[in-house]
C-alpha cells in the first residue's frame, strides 16, 4: 500500500493530498452502499475522505468508518456545511458529526458562498465557522467553491483565514489568476473533478498530450490527471467504485510529470472551457444572491 504524502495548512495542521470523495458519483447513496465504498477507499490506503451534509451521504461513511476499526487518528475527515441564509452553522456540525459517529471534523468547509443571501450574510455564515474551530469539534476550517470576490468580502471580517478553498478544477477550468490570489493569502488549494477532461469533456485539446504522457511513463491517462494537479501542490479528490482503478490511481506517487509537460497541459487546457454540474446544482438548491436568485 502505498503511503499518500501530506501538504501543511496555514494552520499547522497537515492534510493528506490524495482524498476519496464522496460527492456527485456518491450523491444521496444507500448507507450499506456508502459504508461499502468508505471500506473500500481505507483499505487501499485512503485515509483522506472528502463529504458534505448536502450528499446526503455521511451516515454511510461514518458506518464505514466504524467498520474500519482503523483508529480514528489515522484517518482525516472532511466535511462540509451548505452555507445556506439563516443557518445555524453550530447545529449543522452537530448533526454532522451525529451521522459520521466523531467527536471532531479533520477539515470543515463553508460549501458555496452565494447562498449566504448577501455579503453580509456570508460574512455572518464565516463568522460561525470560525466559531466551529474554538470548540475543539473541528481542527481546520476552509472554503469551497469561492472566487476572489467572495474571498474579499470574508477577509473584511475574517479573524481566521482559511485554511484552504475546495474548487473544481482541471486543465479546463483552471480558474484564471484564482490560484494564485489563494497562495498570495497563504490558502491551499483542494481540486475536485480533477479528471473532468477525461470523463467528461471529450473529445478536447489535452487527449493526445494525455495518451502520449500515459504512455511514456507506463500510467494510465486518468493517472496523468491526477498527476497534473499534485504537481502544483494541489489536493486532489477522486472517486471511483472500482477497487482495481482506485489502487491504480496511487501511481501517481511513484512518477513526476516534468515542469514543462505541467505547463503543455495547462497551455492546451486553455483553449477549451468545460464546468461541471456541482456549482449548478448548489445554485438551483440555494439559490445565489450574485445573480439575484432568492435564497430559501
Known amino acids: 500500500m502505498t503511503s499518500i504524502p501530506t501538504l501543511k495548512l496555514n494552520d499547522g495542521n497537515e492534510i493528506p493530498v490524495l482524498a476519496y470523495g464522496f460527492g456527485t ?14 471500506l473500500m477507499a481505507i483499505k487501499n490506503g485512503y485515509h483522506h475522505l472528502d463529504c458534505a451534509e448536502v450528499y446526503g451521504n455521511e451516515s454511510g461513511v461514518g458506518a464505514g468508518i466504524k467498520a474500519s476499526g482503523v483508529p480514528r487518528e489515522k484517518l482525516f475527515v472532511t466535511t462540509k456545511v451548505n452555507g445556506s441564509k439563516n443557518q445555524d452553522v453550530s447545529a449543522a456540525l452537530d448533526a454532522s458529526l451525529k451521522k ?24 455572518d455564515i464565516w463568522r460561525q465557522v470560525e466559531a466551529t474551530k474554538a470548540t475543539g469539534k473541528v481542527k481546520s476550517i476552509g472554503v469551497s467553491n ?24 482541471h486543465p479546463y477550468l483552471q480558474h484564471g489568476d484564482l490560484v494564485s490570489f489563494n497562495r498570495k493569502h497563504n490558502i491551499a488549494v483542494a481540486a475536485y473533478s480533477p479528471l473532468a477532461a477525461i470523463t ?23 493517472e496523468i490527471g491526477l498527476r497534473w494537479c499534485l504537481e502544483q ?7 471511483s467504485s472500482s477497487e482495481k482503478r482506485l489502487q ?49
Open 25 to 38: 458519483a456518491n450523491f444521496a447513496g444507500k448507507d450499506d452502499d456508502i459504508s461499502t465504498k468508505t
Open 100 to 123: 459520521l459517529g466523531l467527536d471532531y471534523i479533520d477539515l470543515y468547509l463553508l460549501h458555496v458562498p452565494f447562498s449566504a443571501g448577501s455579503p453580509e450574510g456570508l460574512q
Open 146 to 169: 469561492f472566487e476572489q470576490d467572495d474571498l474579499e468580502i470574508i477577509f473584511k471580517t475574517a479573524k481566521i483565514t482559511p485554511a484552504i478553498n475546495q474548487i473544481e478544477y
Open 200 to 222: 467528461a469533456a471529450r473529445p478536447g485539446p489535452v487527449d493526445e498530450t494525455y495518451a502520449e504522457l500515459a504512455k511514456k511513463y507506463g500510467v494510465t491517462e486518468s
Open 233 to 239: 501542490d494541489i489536493v486532489t479528490i477522486t472517486t
Open 248 to 296: 491504480g490511481y496511487t501511481n501517481v506517487f511513484k512518477f513526476q510529470l516534468t515542469p514543462e509537460e505541467v505547463k503543455k497541459i495547462a497551455e492546451l487546457g486553455k483553449q477549451k472551457h468545460y464546468q461541471g454540474v456541482g456549482v449548478a446544482f448548489m445554485t438551483n438548491m440555494f439559490g445565489n444572491y450574485k445573480t439575484g436568485v432568492e435564497v430559501a
